[in-house]
């Protein structure tokens, strides 16, 4: 009972930590608005960083694992390196992705916490749901435990938009 009562209590906490949908950070992390600077300074160093090239530009990820992970949170990885109107902006964060420890999150939890989603899709075998502020929340094969929550500036409809990858 007392582990069942933790347990609860994280998935409240997470949700609550979450944000509403309207605003779409997480953890005071925003994609589009927040820098490499605003994070370091809310998280910390990161386990470890990458750097690659996409579509021809700059980008890094930076990766929170267990020990700087959130509490609840296998690992959460940041990705920097985003277009705006404005030019590319290899600072700005593009998407942040949390990997929930199993059982940390269900489907229930994510409606109940974000409320409808905008739209149902599948990816493979991987079902998700889209949220039209920005949030993509990806399941277990089981299509009921929380695989990972995938965090973006606001997306067009999702029969208009691709799933982030």
């Known amino acids: ?5 933790a347990a609860g209590s994280l998935i409240v906490a997470l949700v609550a930590g979450a944000g509403s949908v309207a605003a779409e950070q997480w953890g005071g992390i925003e994609p589009g608005e927040s820098t490499m600077t605003s994070v370091r300074r809310l998280r910390g160093e990161p386990t470890r960083k990458a750097t690659q090239k996409v579509d021809g530009y700059d980008t890094a990820e930076w990766i929170y694992e267990e020990g700087k992970a959130p509490p609840g949170i296998r690992r959460l990885t940041v990705d920097f390196g985003l277009m705006t109107p404005g030019g590319y902006k290899a600072e700005l964060v593009r998407s942040l992705k949390l990997e929930p420890k199993p059982g940390a999150f269900d489907r229930d939890w994510i409606v109940t916490g974000w ?3 905008a739209g149902v899709g599948r990816d493979g ?4 749901f889209f949220y039209k ?3 993509f929340v990806y399941f ?3 299509g009921i435990r929380v695989a990972s929550l995938v965090f973006t ?5 999702p029969d208009q938009a691709a799933p982030p990858r």
């Open 1 to 5: 009972m007392r582990r069942w009562l």
């Open 115 to 117: 409320g409808p989603p």
């Open 125 to 128: 075998e991987t079902d998700f």
């Open 133 to 135: 502020e920005g949030l």
């Open 140 to 142: 277990d094969k089981d």
């Open 153 to 157: 500036p606001p997306q067009l409809p």
